[in-house]
C-alpha cells in the first residue's frame, strides 16, 4: 500500500468506520515483517498522532523536548531502564516528554515503575503540561492520551501475530516532540523506523536495536543504531566497550516487579548499584543527550551523565517530580 492509501485506510480505521471483523481484517493485513515499509509506518503514526489528545505546551518547549522510549516485546525482562534514563536525562538539564503505558510483554512498565516511585499519574492533560514546565520533565500516560484505541485494542488483543502497531506508540508522542531516543525489538526496524521519523517532520532521533533484540542500547553485545541528523539518517553500530564500559550478560540487568525496579533505579542514583545496571543506564543516557544536542558524542554523554549521578541531581529531580505531580 502507498503513504495515501495506508493513510486513508487508518483514518477510517480510528474514525470507527470499520466494524470488528474489517478491523481484524485490516490489522491482519497489516503485520509487522520485512516487507512493512517506510511509508506504511511513517502514514500509520501519522493518523494516530493526529488523533491523540495533544500536550498543550508552547512550541519553545516542543521544540525542545524529547521523548527516551522502546517498543517493548523484546521478552528480555531487563529493569526500566529507558524510564530511568529519561529522569536521568531530565537531570542533566533537558526536557524529557515521555510517552509510555503500563506493562504488557514484562512485569513492570514505565507506568508500573513510576507510579511505585510516588509519581502521580492520574493528571489531567494540562496538569501534565505544567508537570515538564516546571520540572523538565512529564510521563503521558498512553491511555489518557489516545483515547480512540479503546474500541481498537480489544480486536488487535484477538490477533497473536504482530502487526504494524506493535511499533506505533514510539512514533507517535502526544507532545508532539521532534527529537528521541528510540528502542525496538529488532534491527531489520531501526533505519525504517528512523526514516518514518524523519518523514513525520523530526530533526533529531536515534533508533536503536541490540544484536541479542534488546530495544535499548545494550552492555552484552552490540548495537544496531540509525541516527537522524542534519536532515540525513547514518546508520552504524555502538559497541560500548570502545568507550571503557566492561561487557556484562543479559542477566546482569534483569529486573522484577515494579517495587524491585523502582529499587533498581534508586541504587543507580545513590550510587550504590551494580557495575552493569549504573553502565546501561550510563550509555542509553549519553545517547540522549546527544539526540537532545547537550552532549557532542557518546564519550560526552557518558561523562554528563555520570556527574549528574555524583553530583545528586538525579536523585534532587526525582524528588522534584514527586512532589510537583504530587501538588498539581
Avoid at 139 to 148: G, I, K, S
Wanted: aromatic letters at 6%.
Amino acid at each position: 500500500m502507498s503513504y495515501e492509501e495506508v493513510k486513508k485506510a487508518f483514518t477510517s480505521l480510528f474514525n470507527h468506520e470499520m466494524n470488528d471483523s474489517e478491523m481484524r481484517e485490516f490489522l491482519l493485513r497489516m503485520k509487522l515483517d520485512e516487507d512493512t515499509s517506510v511509508q506504511s509506518i511513517a502514514a500509520a503514526a501519522d493518523v494516530m498522532r493526529s488523533y491523540a489528545l495533544p500536550l498543550p505546551i508552547s512550541e519553545e518547549l516542543r521544540l525542545k523536548s524529547l521523548d527516551i522510549v522502546g517498543t517493548g516485546g523484546d521478552k528480555i525482562g531487563s529493569f526500566n531502564i529507558s524510564s530511568t534514563v529519561a529522569v536521568l536525562v531530565s537531570a542533566c538539564g533537558s526536557y524529557v516528554a515521555k510517552h509510555g503505558s503500563r506493562s504488557v510483554t514484562s512485569k513492570s512498565g514505565s507506568a508500573d515503575m513510576f507510579e511505585e516511585l510516588g509519581v502521580l499519574l492520574d493528571l489531567s492533560i494540562q496538569k501534565s503540561a505544567r508537570l515538564l514546565e516546571e520540572t523538565g520533565f512529564t510521563f503521558m500516560f498512553a491511555a489518557n492520551h489516545h483515547p480512540a484505541m479503546r474500541f481498537i485494542m480489544p480486536v488487535r488483543k484477538t490477533i497473536p501475530e504482530k502487526t504494524i502497531f506493535n511499533i506505533l506508540g514510539p512514533l507517535t508522542n502526544p507532545a508532539g516532540v521532534k527529537k528521541s531516543l528510540l528502542g525496538v525489538f529488532d534491527k531489520s526496524f531501526v533505519p525504517k523506523m528512523a526514516e518514518a521519523l524523519k518523514m513525520n517532520g523530526a530533526i533529531s532521533t536515534m533508533v536503536v536495536s541490540s544484536r541479542e533484540h534488546m530495544d535499548e542500547i545494550s552492555i552484552s553485545d552490540i548495537t544496531y543504531a540509525s541516527r537522524l541528523y542534519d536532515g540525513r539518517v547514518d546508520e552504524f553500530e555502538i559497541d560500548p566497550q570502545i568507550y571503557g564500559i566492561k561487557k556484562a550478560p543479559l542477566a546482569a540487568i534483569i529486573g522484577g516487579e515494579a517495587k524491585e525496579n523502582a529499587k533498581i533505579l534508586y541504587n543507580i542514583f545513590d550510587s550504590t548499584a551494580t557495575d552493569a545496571q549504573r553502565d546501561i543506564v550510563l550509555i542509553n543516557a549519553a545517547c540522549g543527550l546527544m539526540v537532545e544536542g547537550m552532549a557532542r558524542d557518546i564519550q560526552d554523554g557518558l561523562e554528563i551523565a555520570r556527574e549528574t549521578i555524583k553530583n545528586g541531581k538525579a536523585k534532587e529531580k526525582l524528588k522534584k517530580i514527586i512532589e510537583i505531580s504530587n501538588k498539581l
